[in-house]
């Protein structure tokens, strides 16, 4: 069992940044992937960026060279760099973590972008 933790959610204005985190009950070396995911109102849950134990990475068209996955080894953690962000970012965010057969979903954070 995995359990995620998400943290560093909030209000912030269009142009503004965000670091989202996910702190990993296990080793961050035994969860082959871990991404974050984002579900708008309305709208159906979407992968934003992820990053494998190998250390690639994937990013959605709508956040690439604005949105940043990275990952502390030491810490357990996983976290996701905002930057320029736009109303349309605005959503609850999810950590995501893939472990053979197994998924696992942490509680999600929200982020609203707004003026």
């Known amino acids: 069992q995995v359990q995620l933790v998400e943290s560093g959610g909030g209000l912030v204005q269009p142009g503004g940044s965000l670091r989202l985190s996910c702190a990993t009950s296990?080793?961050?070396?035994?969860?082959?992937?871990m991404g974050w995911y984002r579900q708008a109102p309305g709208k159906e849950r979407e992968l934003v960026a992820a990053?494998?134990?190998?250390?690639?990475?994937n990013y959605a068209d709508s956040v690439k060279g604005r949105f940043f996955i990275s990952r502390d080894n030491a810490k357990n953690t996983v976290y996701l760099q905002m930057i320029s962000l736009k109303p349309e970012d605005t959503a609850v965010y999810y950590c995501?973590?893939?472990?053979?057969?197994?998924?696992?979903w942490g509680q999600g954070t929200q982020v609203t972008v707004s003026s």
């Open positions: 995501n973590g893939v472990r053979g057969s197994a998924i696992y």
């Open positions: 296990r080793s961050i070396f035994s969860i082959n992937v």
């Open positions: 990053i494998t134990s190998g250390g690639s990475t």
